[in-house]
């Protein structure tokens, strides 16, 4: 259901005209008969009103003329003439009996095939009952019970200006105009028809010649209704012919706002959408498309140096360049300020490969005053997605492999693939059990001491993560904790642990143990919090553990954000009396302006400075030299990541004050720490070939930089089985080669 809705968002109403047209044009076709034949009946009506009295008159003396007696038929008919009128008598077949006078009428009528059609009568086109109740009102009361089947009219060749048949007279109009223009006939005058009745048993017919008077009143009238209708359906025709294609107009028009993008001036997403599933529903067999996500490489920089006017500029020349490329059925167009989409026929990655190597070639050639960068991301379209494209889908399918290339910003392709699947499952695995593993207390805390190299005295420890998970078994740090970093979920992780290790503290406390600081990464996330110093002492207080067994490790890139809230936060932590150290000192930003201003207790050098070939003098020399400026600034000094012996040698005899590391001792679960706590290192000689081995992360960079460069080959397998998940996490560990307490990242609780 959800899909039929997103489907018709790409679906615009049909701009249609052609059929509206063809009805309106029908319509007012139909209008205008009706009006014509309204003017008829109005015209027949009129007409028989005012030939009613004559009718009248006429059916009188035919039925006087009926009933009258041989002897009195001669005198009864030269009555007749003294009344006015002109009458013959005929036989049933129009053979003329008699007349008083000239006979104009015409005798000629149609044909009958049997005796039943002799003559067409009034009385045959309606019920007699109709005729009876005189609901047509011909005849009056008087009448209309006498006069029954025997009624007809004649025409009268003299008069073309009116229409007669066997029952109605109805006036031709514009024939009677045409005589009236060329004056072969008065407006005002009186038209002339025969009215014929069968009498004497039908043996004779009677007839008369009547007339009645139209006068220019009644033109008026007929000729205004006429007109006046007419030129209303012209009007109303018009008006809707016209707002028709008003309104098809305008909705041209406001499609292609629609699909308009208003930077390059040409097409956008929405049409792209549309278009993109009109050429997969329509494709042929064997032929492939990859749907593409570019984008334009620090564009807003761009901008930000330059215009806007200068960015859009440039945009459109992208556009141009990349339509160059195009063939037929392939389609680009501009969404987000510096994204474009892109259809293109491809049959394998590969040949889709090849054509953006082109096309972003050719992009970055657009100005030879900039280092202009592309990167596209690639969605393979499978041959079996033609009519159920979900074109959101390919494209953020297609999006999600760009995104890929946004740690570096150089051009670049990527390819959607399995392995970003099973990215993305992961990462929504891992924020789907976050919440309930902190509500389990699933996150474990280990601890890995650390000790003066000249007494192997512990003076000293870390509080690092793990995760032991009952339905992912054991999850290593660089697996969860980047993931952390990108939801914001690492601030929680970050009051977890302090509340542990303060919890802990206080109990071994409270046991009469020999406790040393412990310190607790805090993320760089946690340092925009005004509170943050605030947030640190209430839930060190709520577990009841003094203030100064407790450090707060912060990592070095945190000092290059809001340095003015860091030093106040600093500040205050030192006033609650806890102490402050920077984790990753040197690990690839340049510190020295941090430590001038910053009022830190401990600064802790970072692992990388202990990588590499065996004897390094020139790392050697920067060691030395920060060690120094260390002791002048009346800091304590702690080397971690130190595996060998040659290395804790040199730092003794340069006056480091702890070391952390392999050599001593790797991280450890709670209990096995406590057991090692008030006592010496211990140390044991096949560390070294663990570390090999385990390739534990270091601590020089960031847990997402750790994620991405560190992470031991075994982070990247599938989560363990439940009979994986069964096995202890530390022989977990042993089984895969990866040492457990070896995955740390002291910068981010790892």
């Given amino acids: 259901m959800a899909r039929v809705k997103r489907d018709k968002r790409y679906q615009l109403p049909k701009n249609r005209i052609v059929v509206p047209l063809i009805i309106f044009t029908l319509v007012f076709i139909i209008a205008c008969a009706l009006v014509s034949l309204s003017g008829d009946l109005i015209a027949t009506y009129v007409t028989k009103l005012k030939a009613l009295n004559e009718v009248e008159?006429?059916?009188?003396?035919?039925?006087?003329?009926?009933?009258?007696?041989?002897?009195?038929?001669?005198?009864?008919?030269?009555?007749?003439?003294?009344?006015?009128?002109?009458?013959?008598?005929?036989?049933?077949?129009?053979?003329?009996?008699?007349?008083?006078?000239?006979?104009?009428?015409?005798?000629?009528?149609?044909?009958?095939?049997?005796?039943?059609?002799?003559?067409?009568?009034?009385?045959?086109?309606?019920?007699?009952?109709?005729?009876?109740?005189?609901?047509?009102?011909?005849?009056?009361?008087?009448?209309?019970?006498?006069?029954?089947?025997?009624?007809?009219?004649?025409?009268?060749?003299?008069?073309?200006?009116?229409?007669?048949?066997?029952?109605?007279?109805?006036?031709?109009?514009?024939?009677?105009?045409?005589?009236?223009?060329?004056?072969?006939?008065?407006?005002?005058?009186?038209?002339?028809?025969?009215?014929?009745?069968?009498?004497?048993?039908?043996?004779?017919?009677?007839?008369?010649?009547?007339?009645?008077?139209?006068?220019?009143?009644?033109?008026?009238?007929?000729?205004?209704?006429?007109?006046v209708s007419y030129i209303l359906m012209v009007l109303?025709?018009?008006?809707?012919?016209?707002?028709?294609?008003?309104?098809?107009?305008?909705?041209?028009?406001?499609?292609?706002?629609?699909?308009?993008?208003?930077?390059?001036?040409?097409?956008?997403?929405?049409?792209?959408?549309?278009?993109?599933?009109?050429?997969?529903?329509?494709?042929?067999?064997?032929?492939?498309?990859?749907?593409?996500?570019?984008?334009?490489?620090?564009?807003?920089?761009?901008?930000?140096?330059?215009?806007?006017?200068?960015?859009?500029?440039?945009?459109?020349?992208?556009?141009?360049?990349?339509?160059?490329?195009?063939?037929?059925?392939?389609?680009?167009?501009?969404?987000?300020?510096?994204?474009?989409?892109?259809?293109?026929?491809?049959?394998?990655?590969?040949?889709?490969?090849?054509?953006l190597e082109r096309i972003i070639k050719s992009l970055e050639a657009i100005s030879t005053e900039h280092d202009f960068k592309f990167q596209a991301g690639v969605y393979m379209i499978p041959s079996t997605v033609r009519k159920n494209a979900d074109i959101d889908l390919l494209y953020n399918n297609a999006s999600a492999a760009r995104m890929t290339l946004e740690s570096t910003d150089d051009s670049g392709i990527a390819f959607f693939g399995d392995k970003l699947v099973e990215d993305e499952k992961w990462i929504d695995l891992v924020t789907e059990h976050q919440k309930d593993a902190l509500e389990k207390e699933e996150f474990k805390v280990y601890y890995q001491p650390k000790y003066d190299p000249r007494t192997n005295e512990q003076l000293g420890a870390e509080a690092l993560i793990r995760w032991v998970s009952d339905e992912m078994g054991f999850v290593p740090p660089g697996r969860f904790i980047p993931i952390f970093e990108n939801s914001g979920f690492i601030t929680e992780i970050d009051h977890y642990m302090l509340a542990h290790v303060a919890r802990d503290q206080k109990k071994w406390l409270d046991e009469g143990r020999k406790c040393v600081p412990v310190s607790v990464n805090v993320s760089r996330a946690h340092f925009a919090e005004v509170n943050l110093a605030d947030q640190i002492r209430g839930i060190i207080d709520q577990e009841g553990a003094p203030h100064e067994l407790i450090e707060i490790e912060l990592t070095e890139s945190a000092f290059f954000d809001d340095q003015k809230l860091m030093l106040t936060t600093i500040?205050?932590?030192?006033?609650?009396?806890?102490?402050?150290?920077?984790?990753?000192?040197g690990s690839g930003y340049s510190s020295l302006n941090s430590l001038k201003d910053m009022p830190l207790n401990i600064l802790k050098l970072d692992a990388g400075f202990f990588r590499g070939e065996k004897d390094n003098e020139r790392a050697e020399i920067v060691v030395s030299e920060i060690l120094h400026l260390a002791k002048k600034l009346n800091m304590t000094t702690v080397a971690e990541g130190v595996d060998e012996q040659h290395q804790v040698d040199f730092l003794a005899a340069e006056g480091c004050n702890m070391i952390q590391g392999y050599y001593y001792s790797k991280p450890m679960p709670k209990e096995e720490y406590e057991a090692r706590m008030g006592m010496p290192a211990q140390v044991d000689k096949a560390v070294p070939d663990q570390v090999e081995t385990a390739?534990?992360?270091?601590?020089?960079?960031?847990?997402?930089?750790?994620?991405?460069?560190?992470?031991?080959?075994?982070?990247?397998?599938?989560?363990?089985?439940?009979?994986?998940?069964?096995?202890?996490?530390?022989?977990?560990a042993a089984q895969s080669g990866e040492d457990l307490t070896g995955l740390e990242n002291p910068g981010e609780n790892i």
């Avoid at 334009?296 to 945009?315: A, K, M």
């Avoid at 500040?571 to 000192?585: A, I, P, Q, R």
């Avoid at 960031?702 to 363990?720: G, S």
């Fill in 57 to 227: 008159n006429t059916a009188r003396y035919a039925r006087i003329y009926n009933v009258a007696e041989e002897g009195e038929l001669d005198k009864l008919f030269e009555s007749f003439g003294d009344s006015g009128y002109t009458v013959f008598v005929s036989d049933s077949n129009m053979n003329i009996l008699k007349s008083n006078g000239e006979i104009t009428a015409v005798l000629e009528r149609d044909e009958r095939d049997d005796e039943d059609r002799k003559h067409r009568t009034f009385f045959e086109l309606l019920p007699t009952s109709d005729l009876k109740s005189n609901e047509f009102g011909l005849f009056s009361d008087e009448y209309a019970d006498e006069v029954t089947e025997d009624f007809f009219l004649l025409p009268d060749k003299n008069n073309p200006f009116i229409n007669v048949d066997d029952t109605r007279i109805t006036p031709n109009i514009w024939n009677i105009l045409e005589g009236a223009f060329k004056n072969t006939i008065s407006l005002n005058t009186r038209f002339e028809y025969w009215t014929a009745y069968y009498v004497r048993n039908n043996s004779e017919i009677i007839a008369f010649k009547t007339s009645f008077s139209f006068t220019y009143s009644d033109f008026t009238f007929y000729i205004l209704f006429d007109a």
């Fill in 236 to 355: 109303i025709f018009i008006l809707l012919v016209t707002n028709l294609i008003r309104t098809h107009a305008s909705n041209r028009k406001m499609r292609n706002l629609v699909l308009r993008d208003n930077i390059t001036v040409n097409r956008n997403w929405f049409w792209f959408a549309m278009k993109s599933k009109e050429i997969l529903r329509k494709r042929k067999s064997g032929v492939n498309y990859a749907v593409v996500s570019l984008i334009f490489v620090r564009y807003r920089n761009y901008v930000l140096c330059h215009s806007v006017d200068q960015g859009e500029q440039t945009l459109r020349q992208v556009w141009k360049n990349i339509c160059g490329f195009l063939e037929k059925n392939e389609l680009c167009s501009h969404g987000t300020i510096n994204n474009f989409q892109l259809l293109l026929k491809a049959g394998s990655e590969e040949e889709a490969k090849l054509k």
């Fill in 695 to 732: 390739a534990p992360l270091k601590e020089d960079k960031t847990a997402t930089e750790q994620a991405e460069t560190a992470v031991p080959a075994e982070e990247d397998q599938a989560v363990p089985t439940p009979e994986e998940s069964a096995v202890p996490a530390e022989d977990q």
């Fill in 571 to 585: 500040t205050k932590l030192k006033e609650y009396g806890f102490l402050v150290s920077m984790d990753d000192f």
